[in-house]
């Protein structure tokens, strides 16, 4: 047990990007390669990579798979950052919360410009030198927002959390988790109450298992758990992560981070927001101008399920065997449940999707959610710890990841 036996998020190897498959944890830890950009882009848009520090890393290293294996055939200067600035706009497009993606993408973008006159091949290795340092950056700056949010936290504390802004959220480390792995290693958390947060269940998966991992106590709790256990005075802080934090200070985080900061301030618990300043916005002058994400509504109306088995014996192992004789086998269902069972290294991998709503119900899934600044104690970063009025001590502190809005989103 301990942080070090959480897996690395997303990392270059061998001139490709590789990352843990975050859409089957924690029952399946299938590892993914990309060596192209597209790669990169179709795992953030199936939420194999996550978490909006993370994001930003994604976008980095997805520019660098560009740079490294596409981007070969050009030789010409003024085409090359043309193309470039193209693959980055894309990749800032997959989804349109977490500003880190943006923020990411742009910085990478920038720093070709900025070194253009570079002959191609020395740009081509300094550009995927640049995106190794954004992603090494993310964890130093990870372990300072730790060390900052931690003095916030008294000892014997519970701590509610909401999604999974873990070290799986970023290339390393986490934010909210950072400041609950900081405050545990110092002896001050008691316990941790993880939300399982429908309908991806971030929590139910990736945090219970960061800190099952870590060995700190916790409990899992389904969304709708947290107002009774703040009124039985279980709880004595909120810790979560962020998405954007407009220069007003509105927040917008996973859905669900709204209501249980309402709760929080009706039970008098202070409500800490954790992020990087890759995450401040201050282009973006209130929470609502944040764009939110709307997901499909399967996630809503079904439950994903993924996980490995052995076959209990012989007879069974024979009929999976059979079955997956030619590969993997997709059964076909009623009602639209997916099953699809893939052999595996002697076992066998089961991945699915069961209806638990009425066919054709219509679904709202908003996967993101705006808490005003009013609601927020305050704001974490690895620069310090940041209270209201956050218009003036944001844009005090110079924060912000200025000049995203440049990027070209189609
Ligand atoms: O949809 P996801 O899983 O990308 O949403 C993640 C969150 O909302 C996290 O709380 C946020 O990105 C902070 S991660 C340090």
Redesign the pocket.
């Known amino acids: 047990m301990g942080i070090e036996n959480i897996p690395r998020t997303i990392w270059w190897e061998d001139g490709k990007v590789r990352m843990v498959d975050q859409s089957r944890l924690p029952l399946v830890g299938d590892l993914l390669e990309c060596d192209v950009y597209e790669g990169v882009c179709w795992a953030i848009r199936g939420?194999a990579v996550?978490?909006?520090?993370?994001?930003g890393v994604a976008a980095a290293l997805g520019v660098a798979a560009w740079v490294a294996n596409q981007s070969g055939e050009i030789a010409d200067h003024d085409m090359f950052i043309g193309e470039l600035d193209r693959v980055a706009g894309e990749i800032a497009a997959t989804?349109p919360t977490?500003v880190n993606l943006l923020w990411g993408a742009e910085r990478m973008r920038r720093f070709a410009r900025d070194n253009a006159d570079l002959p191609l091949p020395e740009l081509r290795e300094a550009i995927v030198q640049e995106a190794l340092n954004i992603a090494a950056e993310d964890e130093q700056r990870n372990r300072e927002l730790g060390r900052h949010g931690a003095e916030l936290i008294e000892a014997g504390s519970a701590i509610l959390t909401?999604?999974?802004?873990?070290s799986l959220?970023?290339a390393y480390f986490?934010?909210?988790l950072g400041v609950i792995f900081t405050a545990h290693e110092q002896g001050k958390v008691k316990h941790v109450w993880v939300d399982e947060t429908r309908p991806?269940l971030?929590g139910a998966r990736l945090t219970a298992w960061e800190l099952m991992v870590a060995g700190i106590p916790c409990a899992l709790i389904t969304d709708n758990m947290a107002a009774s256990i703040m009124r039985a005075g279980g709880v004595h802080a909120v810790v979560?992560?962020?998405?954007r934090i407009a220069a007003n200070g509105d927040v917008a985080?996973?859905i669900g981070?709204y209501g249980l900061a309402v709760l929080a301030r009706e039970h008098g618990i202070p409500f800490y927001v954790?992020?990087p300043t890759s995450?401040i916005d201050l282009t973006i002058g209130s929470g609502s101008d944040i764009p939110i994400?709307e997901r499909p509504g399967e996630e809503v109306t079904g439950m994903s399920f993924s996980a490995t088995f052995e076959a209990p014996n012989p007879e069974a192992r024979a009929a999976f065997d059979a079955l997956t004789a030619q590969g993997p086998f997709d059964l076909e269902l009623s009602r639209g449940h997916k099953l699809r069972v893939t052999p595996k290294g002697g076992a066998f991998q089961i991945d699915g999707w069961a209806r638990v709503a009425p066919l054709n119900v219509p679904v709202y899934n908003p996967?993101?959610d705006v808490t005003p600044a009013e609601f927020v104690t305050a704001i974490i970063t690895e620069r310090g710890v940041v209270r209201p009025d956050y218009t003036t001590s944001l844009a005090l502190h110079g924060f912000g990841s200025g000049g995203i809005h440049e990027i070209v989103v189609e």
């Open positions: 939420m996550r978490g909006a520090p993370a994001l989804r977490a909401h999604c999974n802004a873990g959220a970023t986490g934010t909210a991806v971030q979560v992560g962020a998405d985080n996973k981070t954790a992020a995450t994400e996967a993101f």
